[in-house]
């Protein structure tokens, strides 16, 4: 039996990693794709082969040519990609698997992949993503202002998705998303 692909989307400083990297430990069988970014890592935040593959943008080109990717985009400067033998791998082995993709990257893969189930994380206020965004502190001015911008344009997006999550308190987003895992499950035996 093939595994069940979602994809988790949200616009930056949400709490779209702390979400799934907690209901993760709580969900047997589901992995994470891990996608590729030609940003530089966050100090202290990031780890390779964990948060991200990190590759020069020669490199990224180069898997971009070669056909690497299930999907890549632009999201504020810097390529991103989803490899596409991770996510198949998983899958034909009846694993499910968890991409988390920005809403250009979701609309492509759900396009090769309608039956992937999509999940969009919600901040509960602009106003909220922006303190959020400032208090994780990784990005500087600039960089923050284009996430809030981009963030605007991101959340236009959330009636898209099978379900949306709004994120207010961390733990009751996690139950939110393993109560959509656990259900289509359910759906498949």
């Known amino acids: 039996m093939r595994g069940t692909l979602y994809i988790f989307s949200g616009p930056a400083g949400v709490g779209k990693g702390t979400v799934l990297q907690r209901a993760l430990k709580k969900l047997p069988g589901i992995g994470y794709s891990v996608s590729c970014t030609t940003r530089e890592p966050r100090p202290g935040l990031d780890v390779e082969g964990e948060t991200y593959y990190f590759l020069s943008e020669e490199e990224f080109r180069r898997r971009i040519a ?52 999509t999940v969009f994380v919600k901040p509960p206020s602009f106003g909220e993503l922006a303190r959020r965004l400032k208090k994780r502190g990784s990005e500087g001015c600039e960089e923050q202002e284009l996430r809030m911008k981009n963030a605007k344009e991101e959340l236009s997006h959330a009636g898209e998705y099978d379900y949306v999550i709004v994120n207010d308190i961390v733990e009751d987003a996690v139950s939110e998303f393993i109560k959509i895992v656990k259900k289509h499950r359910e759906e498949i035996k």
């Open 66 to 117: 070669a056909g690497d990717f299930l999907e890549y985009a632009n999201v504020h400067g810097h390529l991103y990609g989803t490899r596409r033998d991770i996510v198949e791998e998983a899958l034909s082995t009846g694993r499910d698997i968890v991409l988390e993709i920005d809403v250009q990257g979701a609309a492509i893969v759900k396009e090769k992949m309608p039956e992937a189930v």
